[in-house]
């Protein structure tokens, strides 16, 4: 028995079906003729590669790289002096260049210790900022219980992140400080 082929999906539905057994279509309706699929083009290449693994970039705007998170384009150098200055509300935290710090509520390995003393959510070893002897900035998730982030990107723990002057340096939930270039 010769059925109604749908003019959509090219199915071949009994003549009694007022709509197409597969895709739905009305059979009265289904009139135009089945799309084409557009032709399968290749990924574009990425406009530009990470000068440090040759990963591609997916956005020309991206200040890291989406693969090792290493810096794409040349950070502001930092003041004379090159140390950087975490400034937790009213407190600040100096890093030397070159040199680290490490963040924590633990007096007898963190400087810092009394900035982080009343916040029970900061791991006793959080994290360490650092300043490399050509001025590159990053931090370092030391494993701690409730994260550390970068603009509010999470930082996992073990990596090391960059960090480029005006960065929001987050430490668990509530613990928050902006990156300045540091004393002269």
């Known amino acids: 028995m010769a059925g109604v082929i749908c003019a959509v999906c090219g199915t071949d539905n009994t003549d009694d ?6 895709c739905g279509m009305l059979l009265e309706e289904a009139e ?8 399968e083009r290749e990924p574009a290449e990425p406009a530009a590669r990470c000068p440090a693994c040759g990963a591609g970039v997916p956005d020309p705007a991206n200040l890291v790289c989406v693969e090792c998170l290493e810096p794409l384009a040349a950070q502001p150098a930092p003041r004379a002096g090159g140390a950087v200055r975490l400034v937790f509300g009213g407190q600040a935290v100096d890093v030397p260049r070159p040199g680290t710090v490490l963040l924590g509520r633990d007096p007898g390995q963190s400087p810092a210790a009394g900035v982080f003393a009343r916040h029970d959510n900061v791991s006793r070893r959080h994290a360490s900022v650092g300043v490399e002897p050509d001025g590159r900035m990053w931090v370092r998730d030391e494993h701690s219980t409730n994260g550390t982030f970068v603009n509010d990107t999470p930082v996992p723990g073990g990596r090391t992140a960059p960090l480029v002057h005006g960065d929001r340096l987050r430490i668990a939930s509530d613990v928050v400080a902006v990156v300045e270039p540091g004393p002269s």
């Open 17 to 22: 079906e007022a709509l197409c057994k597969t």
């Open 32 to 39: 135009k003729p089945p799309a084409t699929a557009a032709p």
